[in-house]
């Protein structure tokens, strides 16, 4: 099989939640312990950073990648989903997983692990962690796939936990209240390893305290003491934070969420550094190093990592955003950074998959907005006549369009260089929005 052909089994002859939705979903950790017991447990081999969280996990696993490469360490990182192509799950130093290792890894291990009958999620988190190994790397950044207690990257002891905030998603597998949510996100949390947790709430604080109480592990809310005073977007669509101990740092990642995810960010590093990561600041040359790798790790998040989809500005003219934020955790704040942005008019692509809280993102979504209600090519997209049905009844107005790229045509005729364009609701219509537009 050549490249194309082995995203194209891995894809189609594997259960695959993203495309399948709940039938492919695997429950248990069996064919995980399998494939790390055949691979002789590459993840032993190197330091893990292990990310959960409902919203702001892969921001906050590229932002701490980023400034630990900054730092001069060999870094892999693991991610979920890719936007475009399968390779930007698995990279190292930014650097995107080979065509080729893809292919022979299951050219030379689809015999063993087809009997195990495994979800497409267990053997890419094996091959990420044999990669790893195989280019051996001093630290990987590991992002939790879903939930985390029964999640197969949760064989790792890692250096620390983090676990960002926790909103209503994947209801059907996690649970229905916010408390039994966190129950299974803090299943990540293990014997003796510090945990930071990036927000709280009253439901959701006491599970995480009990948990780490009986793993007897250092607990840090990041929200208790914050490390960012105050922030705002920039005209090139990062962020600017004033910061009481750094003073102003320049994020190149948008999206007004990132104030949030980059607190977190700031507990974990400290965390980190106490386990020898990260320079030591001594004396102050030292700490003039520090800084200027840290500054420079937020600053290059998208050029050190390859992120995309977060607040992203794709052009000007009319200016044309696109960003991931896929629940009504997400769009709480997509929904305040739209009703900032000053244009003419304002164009909307939208659409979103079918398990998700459909009426609770249409009612966060901006009613002075011309809307393109569209699907993803992806087999859990709602169908854009349904979503236009439901988004009436919210006092949402459009047309609907069978495919991003002819919702993104339609928008970009009828808008003036005046207006604004805005592609999401899913993480995979931004994805066939890069791949088909941009």
């Known amino acids: 099989m050549n490249y194309a052909e082995t995203c194209e089994y891995l894809f189609n002859q594997m259960p695959m939640f993203e495309r399948q939705g709940s039938s492919g979903y695997k429950e248990g950790l069996a064919n995980t312990f399998a494939l790390d017991e055949h691979f002789n447990h590459p993840h032993q081999s190197y330091v893990t950073i292990h990310v959960g969280g409902t919203n702001g996990k892969g921001s906050v696993s ?65 091959m990420a962690f044999k990669y790893f190994k195989d280019k051996n790397v001093d630290i990987a950044i590991i992002e939790v796939g879903l939930g985390g207690r029964l999640d197969c990257t949760n064989i790792i002891t890692p250096l620390v936990s983090v676990i960002t905030n926790i909103s209503y998603d994947h209801t059907q597998f996690l649970g229905n209240t916010l408390a039994e949510i966190a129950g299974e996100k803090a299943g990540i949390i293990k014997k003796g390893v510090p945990v930071v947790i990036g927000e709280n709430n009253d439901e959701t604080r006491p599970i995480f305290e009990a948990k780490a109480f009986e793993m007897n592990a250092p607990i840090v809310f990041a929200e208790d003491k914050p490390e960012i005073a105050s922030a705002e977007t920039t005209s090139e669509g990062g962020m600017l934070y004033h910061t009481p101990c750094f003073g102003d740092i320049v994020g190149d990642l948008g999206g007004i969420y990132q104030q949030k995810n980059l607190n977190t960010v700031f507990f974990a590093l400290h965390t980190i550094a106490q386990k020898g990561f990260l320079c030591e600041c001594k004396d102050e040359k030292n700490k003039r190093k520090c800084l200027t790798e840290l500054l420079n790790g937020i600053a290059h998040v998208k050029g050190n990592t390859g992120l995309m989809g977060r607040w992203q500005v794709i052009q000007n003219a009319p200016k044309v955003v696109c ?75 459009g047309k609907t369009y069978p495919s991003v790229f002819e919702a993104y045509n339609a928008a970009k005729s009828f808008a003036s260089h005046s207006d604004f364009i805005f592609i999401g609701g899913s993480s995979y219509i931004v994805g066939d929005f890069l791949k088909n537009c941009v």
């Open 62 to 126: 590229h932002t701490i990648a980023s400034i630990l490469q900054e730092s001069g360490y060999c870094v892999g990182l693991y991610t979920s989903p890719h936007l475009v192509d399968f390779r930007e799950r698995i990279r190292v130093n930014g650097v995107p997983i080979s065509k080729n290792y893809v292919v022979d890894f299951v050219e030379e291990e689809r015999q063993f692990f087809e009997p195990l009958h495994p979800s497409f999620f267990e053997v890419t988190t094996a």
């Open 323 to 397: 960003d991931t934020g896929h629940n009504v955790g997400g769009w709480q704040y997509i929904s305040a950074q739209l009703s900032s942005v000053k244009c003419q008019s304002m164009h909307i692509i939208f659409g979103m998959v079918d398990d998700k809280d459909i009426n609770g993102v249409l009612n966060l979504l901006p009613k002075n907005a011309q809307y393109y209600f569209t699907k993803a090519n992806n087999h859990r997209a709602l169908s854009e006549t349904v979503l236009s049905d439901l988004a009436s009844k919210h006092g949402l107005v």
